[in-house]
């Protein structure tokens, strides 16, 4: 493996300009999939806790549904069943037939799935917040708007932080995954450039090191927020109540 390093310049016939274009390829689409992850997760927890009937079991259903089934086989299923709809819709009205562009399809996909799994996080963090500071803030007049603005929200991050901090860290794995539909991800470049030197235990190797070097970036920022929306747990001392009666 040591030999053939030069296999990883990025100039021809190294492969590593393609390696990082596929590194950049996951980081644009798990980026967009996890904040649409978010903004889905934000509106359907908040539907799961404060709307009604009906909008709960519509919720319910669709979380249950979307964590119960392999993340591959949903891929596949939206990926070509949401394009032939499309299709079919645009035929319809009389349009031509379109091929939806691989970045956006990933984006929507695993951020259809992601926000599932972001619902759950952030409805444990809105529970978690103490019921007294939400019905302080209807106490002093709120509306449901200005108190998810103004106290739910902040007082949930916290608390959201550690489980949102997992679902990124998912989400950049599971952009191999859409290697099944042909987009040029990290896996998919990675497959190419070994199957066409036969280096394999290097290609796979340098995306290996790809990989947890965006893990280890996350994670390190994650902490940093982390640490901002907690700085007084890293300056709690604990006071002994008898000390000066001892003293």
């Not at 035929?91 to 939806?100: A, K, N, P, V």
């Not at 106490?139 to 929200?153: H, N, P, Q």
């Amino acid at each position: 493996m040591w030999d053939n390093l030069h296999l990883l310049a990025f100039s021809p016939p190294g492969w590593g300009s393609v390696l990082l274009r596929g590194l950049m390829f996951t980081v644009i689409v798990a980026a967009g999939a996890y904040f649409l992850g978010l903004l889905i997760g934000f509106f359907a927890a908040v539907g799961k806790i404060y709307g009604g009937p009906v909008l709960k079991w519509s919720l319910e259903a669709y979380t249950t549904l979307i964590r119960a089934v392999p993340e591959l086989v949903l891929i596949l299923l939206l990926f070509y069943a949401g394009q032939d709809a499309l299709n079919a819709f645009m035929s319809m009205i009389g349009l031509e037939r379109i091929d939806i562009n691989p970045i956006a399809a990933g984006i929507l996909v695993l951020g259809f799935v992601q926000g599932a799994y972001s619902t759950e996080v952030i409805r444990a963090a809105m529970l978690s917040v103490p019921k007294g500071q939400v019905e302080a803030a209807y106490a002093f007049g709120m509306s449901r708007l200005k108190m998810l603005r103004r106290i739910m929200l902040p007082s949930m991050i916290p608390f959201a932080i550690p489980g949102l901090a997992n679902l990124w860290l998912i989400v950049t794995k599971d952009t191999a995954l859409l290697a099944v539909v042909g987009s040029a991800e990290l896996a998919t470049v990675t497959r190419a450039a070994a199957g066409s030197t036969r280096n394999y235990l290097l290609f796979y190797c340098a995306a290996a090191v790809l990989y947890l070097s965006l893990t280890l970036i996350s994670t390190y920022l994650f902490r940093k927020l982390e640490s901002r929306y907690r700085p007084a747990s890293r300056d709690v001392k604990t006071v002994d109540p008898l000390a000066g009666v001892r003293a």
